[in-house]
């Protein structure tokens, strides 16, 4: 079946950088577009970033865009998200998701805590 692992999470300072990868299995990886969503505490799901599954095309959220970066290493089966200036406000639980206009599985998502 579909699995999402996503890792790379933790305590960041302002101004810092993290790095999320999502381990990807049960499907043809190659062939999805892959995104990234968060939710923040008491706040909806925000989508942050999406990358087609040729890599050729990246989609960003504009409180993200300048800042983040997502990417894919097709041959890993993995997908990532350089997070670079990170601000308080990038605080929440970050989601791998399969697809990039329709949801087809998210992983268990990865706390991001961005605090001084």
């Known amino acids: 079946q579909v699995q999402l692992v996503e890792s790379g999470g933790g305590l960041a300072q302002p101004g810092g950088s993290l790095r999320l990868s999502c381990a990807a299995s049960g499907f043809t990886f190659s062939s999805y577009g892959m995104s990234w969503a968060r939710q923040a505490p008491g706040k909806g799901l925000e989508w942050v970033s999406s990358?087609?599954?040729?890599?050729?095309?990246?989609y960003y959220a504009d409180s993200v865009k300048g800042r983040f970066t997502i990417s894919r290493d097709n041959a890993k089966n993995t997908v990532y998200l350089q997070m670079n200036s990170l601000k308080p406000e990038d605080t929440a639980l970050y989601y791998c998701?399969?697809?990039?206009?329709?949801?087809?599985?998210w992983g268990q998502g990865t706390q991001v805590t961005v605090s001084s």
């Open positions: 990358i087609d599954n040729d890599v050729s095309v990246t």
């Open positions: 998701i399969r697809g990039r206009v329709t949801i087809m599985g």
